[in-house]
């Protein structure tokens, strides 16, 4: 079955970089765009990145634009989110979607000092 597995959230101080990845089976991976969403307590889910099934266009959020980086290994099967420069308004829990509906578990990104 379809299973989406994100992973290197965690905590980390104003200015500071993570890269989270998201593991992917069950599906032809390099037939589909890929994306990053987050969700921020009391706050709507939102799209943060997309990638195109062969990785030649990506489209940002204007609130990460210059900052955060989608990325993806196709032979792999994973999707990555570098993400520089972070910012309190950053933390969230990131979710890995993709392109027909279905949804990681998320990972915990904790902006603070």
């Known amino acids: 079955q379809v299973q989406l597995v994100e992973s290197g959230g965690g905590l980390v101080q104003p200015g500071g970089s993570l890269r989270l990845s998201c593991a992917a089976s069950?599906?032809?991976?390099?037939?589909?765009?890929m994306s990053w969403y987050r969700q921020a307590p009391g706050k709507e889910r939102e799209l943060v990145a997309r990638?195109?099934?062969?990785?030649?266009?990506?489209n940002y959020a204007d609130s990460v634009k210059g900052r955060f980086t989608i990325s993806r290994d196709n032979p792999k099967n994973m999707v990555y989110l570098q993400m520089n420069s972070l910012k309190s308004e950053d933390t969230a829990v990131y979710y890995c979607?993709?392109?027909?509906?279905?949804w990681g578990q998320g990972t915990q990104v904790t902006v603070s000092s």
């Open positions: 069950g599906f032809t991976f390099r037939d589909y765009a």
């Open positions: 979607k993709v392109e027909f509906g279905r």
């Open positions: 990638i195109s099934r062969l990785g030649t266009t990506r």
